[in-house]
Structure formats: structure tokens, C-alpha cells
């Protein structure tokens, strides 16, 4: 099912409360897209954040060939909301497969409604990942609440859950489980199927999952999410 959400759609978007590791997603998404595709593109639209960006991985992405759209130099590790204007580019181009990465809650997520004209061109995808042992994403109506009000402020539907409950490197089969059976019932009351479960490499092979699994590399080892 991975492979098909990810070869079916052009622009594939990432948003999620801070921690919930949708920053990791994208990196990986991005890398998994340029082992089929020869031009993929990932943008770093997190302005919430100063910790886990894009940018900070820059050099490694463009090793494996990948294009990195940043913020100008000067500002690149500037808390502002700084749009390039290669964005919409990259978004329409047919040409490219394109990541973006979009900060947490409700105040990150506001930059999608300046891209929305351009999103609405292409076949697009987003993605609500979610990680249940965060801060107010522990409860199904905290997760509801925190998806609505990310949804309105963005001014883009969520098209699929991502379960990615972890503890770092305490994180168990039992946490895997509870967090899948908390975005079942997530999912249940809004409609909104779940694309995968998020695993570490580190963990594939002690733990099985409900869902398909989405196997990552770590690139923020040290915070673990």
C-alpha cells in the first residue's frame, strides 16, 4: 500500500503537532520517492520548530540527488515564515515528485492557504501523522480536536492518518499497539483511513504492526522522534 499511495500522488504533504515526527517522515518519504523517481523535490515549510528541519539535513538529501527547497541562505535558520518562490514550481511541475514538510498545529499549517492554489493543480496528498504518547494527542478527542483545527487552519483536507507512536528507543510492541488502536478508533469516527505505521529500522524486526509498515531511518537520533 505504500508504494501505491506513494507512485499515485505528486505532492505529498506532512503535518503534525510538534513531536510527532513528521519531519522524519518526510525526510524518508522523499528518499523512498527517489529510489522509483529521478526528480524529487522536498521543501522545508517549518517555521514552528528550530529543532527538527529539513534544512538541518540538507547535505545529506542532496547526496542521494534529491532537491532541497530552503529558505534563502541568510535566513535559513531564521523563525520567519520566508516562502521561496521556487515552491509553486516545484508543486506544478510534472516533472517532479514533491515532499513538503509543513510546521505543527495550527499556526504552522497557515502556510498551505498561500500554496493552496497551486496544491489544488496537481494530485496531492495529505497526512496527519501522529504520535499518542506527545502532549494533547493522547486522547482521541484531543487528536480529533488538534486534526480539526489544523484542517481549518490550512484550508487543506486530511486524506490519511499515520500512526507513529514511539518512545525512542523505549518504545515496545505494546506502545505500537496502543497507538494503533487509538488512531482505529480515530479514524472510525472521522472517516479517515490510516496509510501506515511508522517504524524504526531499528525496531523492524521485534515488533509487528496492524497496519502496513513505513520502515524509516532516524535521521534525529539523538531526540528520537
Do not use: W
Amino acid at each position: 500500500m505504500i508504494d501505491k499511495i506513494l507512485d499515485r500522488y505528486k505532492v505529498h504533504i506532512f503535518i503534525g503537532m510538534f513531536g510527532s515526527g513528521k519531519t522524519e517522515l518526510a525526510l524518508n518519504t522523499a528518499i523512498k520517492l527517489k529510489e522509483h523517481k529521478d526528480l524529487v523535490a522536498i521543501a522545508d515549510l517549518d517555521f514552528i520548530s528550530p529543532y527538527f528541519r529539513v534544512r538541518d539535513k540538507k547535505d545529506i538529501l542532496e547526496e542521494q540527488g534529491i532537491k532541497v527547497i530552503t529558505p534563502p541562505e541568510k535566513y535559513m535558520y531564521a523563525d520567519v515564515p520566508i516562502i521561496s518562490a521556487q515552491i509553486s514550481g516545484y508543486i506544478t511541475n510534472p516533472e517532479f515528485k514533491t515532499v513538503l514538510d509543513i510546521g505543527g498545529n495550527e499556526e504552522g499549517v497557515r502556510v498551505l492557504g498561500s500554496l493552496k492554489n497551486y496544491i489544488e493543480t496537481v494530485d496531492s496528498v495529505t497526512y496527519f501523522v501522529i504520535n499518542t504518547k506527545r502532549p494533547f494527542m493522547q486522547e482521541k478527542e484531543n487528536i480529533i480536536r488538534n486534526l480539526r483545527l489544523i484542517e481549518q487552519s490550512s484550508r487543506c483536507k486530511v486524506n490519511y492518518l499515520v500512526a507513529n507512536t514511539n518512545l525512542q528507543d523505549e518504545t515496545t510492541q505494546e506502545i505500537i499497539n496502543h497507538g494503533e488502536d487509538l488512531l482505529e478508533e480515530v479514524s472510525a469516527e472521522t472517516n479517515i483511513p490510516i496509510a501506515f505505521t511508522v517504524v524504526s529500522e531499528k525496531f523492524n524486526n521485534d515488533v509487528t504492526t496492524k497496519f502496513k509498515k513505513f520502515i524509516i531511518k532516524r535521521f534525529f537520533r539523538e531526540y528520537g522522534f
